[in-house]
């Protein structure tokens, strides 16, 4: 109990070290249409860069992150330069890219929420059309009338949102129907396997089916690309 408690102490030290020590850096991960193999989105990715244990991944401080409520300035400071990334490309002559960023569920939860994007993407001078927002369901199920308001206001001023690791919770196709989404991202525990273990591949066929039905167009995560050694 107690050694737990000091090494919670610790990672919630280390992590506010970190967002004044400028140890965060963001990876892009290009989003590609399968029909024009062009890159329509990239998500952006929180790494860090611990000054004695290397790179961590988010599945390792996204959660102290949220439980300790530091995900909100670490939430700003990632919607911020992600965001002036994008301007840094676009003043170079590239045309706007498109961002996803991950929201949790207490950054949604945030009554100034919207103010805040408004101000990053006005400071940036990014238009709302170039953001993406990525809820979990469980990010839906927390006050769903609340959330569903709030996606409405960003959707208004034209931001997208998906719904991110779908089918790894508990998939209520309520949320499909009720939250003004754009996009589904197939959870990868059904992509993983998906060329050799059929039932992935009916599970994964069926919600594709549904989401087109739906308007809703479809990510999946693929690990490693067929004939290319990137990953
Ligand atoms: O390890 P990998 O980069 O694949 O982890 C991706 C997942 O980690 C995302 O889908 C998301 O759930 C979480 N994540 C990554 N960056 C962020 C971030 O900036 N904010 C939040 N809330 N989650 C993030
Ligand atoms: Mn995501």
């Known amino acids: 109990m107690n050694i737990r408690f000091f090494e919670r102490m610790k990672w919630e030290n280390d992590l ?19 029909n024009t193999q062009m890159t329509i989105c990239a ?6 860069k611990h000054p004695k244990q290397g790179l961590i991944l988010p599945g390792q401080f996204i959660n102290i992150a949220e439980e300790t409520g530091l995900i909100i300035p670490i939430g700003k400071w990632v919607l911020r330069t992600a965001c002036e990334q ?22 949604f939860q945030q009554p100034d929420l919207v103010e805040m994007i408004t101000k990053v993407l006005e400071d940036t001078s990014i238009k709302y059309d170039c953001l993406e927002l990525e809820i979990t369901e469980s ?3 927390e006050n769903i009338e609340n959330t569903i308001s709030t996606m409405q206001t960003l959707n208004d001023k034209g931001v997208r949102f998906s719904i991110d690791d779908f089918g790894k919770g508990y998939s209520s196709l309520n949320y499909l129907k009720r939250l003004p989404i754009q996009k589904l991202k ?17 599970i994964v066929s069926a919600v594709i089916a549904m989401a087109h039905d739906l308007r809703l167009k479809v990510i999946v995560e693929v690990l490693k690309l067929k004939n290319s050694s990137n990953s």
């Open 16 to 34: 506010r070290n970190a967002l004044e020590g400028d140890e965060f850096m963001l990876y892009f991960q290009p989003q590609i249409d399968l």
């Open 43 to 48: 998500e952006v990715l929180m790494r860090w």
């Open 86 to 107: 994008v301007r840094a490309w676009q003043n170079t002559g590239h045309p706007p890219m498109k961002i996803s960023v991950n929201l949790s569920a207490r950054q």
């Open 139 to 141: 990010v839906a199920m």
């Open 186 to 202: 197939i959870d990868r525990s059904f992509i993983r396997d998906v060329t050799t273990n059929p039932d992935d591949a009916t």
